[in-house]
């Protein structure tokens, strides 16, 4: 487990791309935190090492997006996810046994379904309003 801090989504951004280079074909990374406290944007810079080109969007309303990069990624919010069962219904399982990287949003809604070997990265705002962000799963990053 390695525990790190940010002090702006830029920070964010680039641990993030140093997640990127570590990550593998059907890797989980499964990110936790209220909203607000920088998941969507810890994914603009794993996408970045990816080599993806468009730019990362919150998936709220589409709860899936695709991306084609060096390795295909998929990203999901599942903030507007009730139960299991929607999961289930949105097709969305099998592409977490596919040869992508899921990245997922509110993973804990699925817990169930997931496998144990996960990436989590967990985020909380601290008093200065910077984000303490926790880190499982993975070989540790370097620090920025
Ligand atoms: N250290 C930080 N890390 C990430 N985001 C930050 C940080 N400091 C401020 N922010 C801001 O917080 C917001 C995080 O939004 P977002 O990544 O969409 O959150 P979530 O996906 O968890 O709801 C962005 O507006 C971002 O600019
Ligand atoms: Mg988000």
Known sequence: MQQLHTAS???????GQKIGYKVAPGDIITLHGSLGSGKTTIVKGIADS???AD????PS???IAE???????YHMDLYRIDS???FELLGAEELLYGSGVSIIEWAEKIEQLLPDNCISITFCI???AEREIKIEGIQEVLTL
């Open 9 to 15: 989504a830029e920070d964010t951004i680039r641990l």
């Open 50 to 52: 990816l080599q993806i």
């Open 55 to 58: 730019e990362i969007t919150s």
């Open 61 to 63: 309303y589409t709860l």
């Open 67 to 73: 991306y084609e990069g060096r390795i295909p990624l």
């Open 84 to 86: 299991l069962e929607e």
């Open 126 to 128: 601290d008093a200065a």
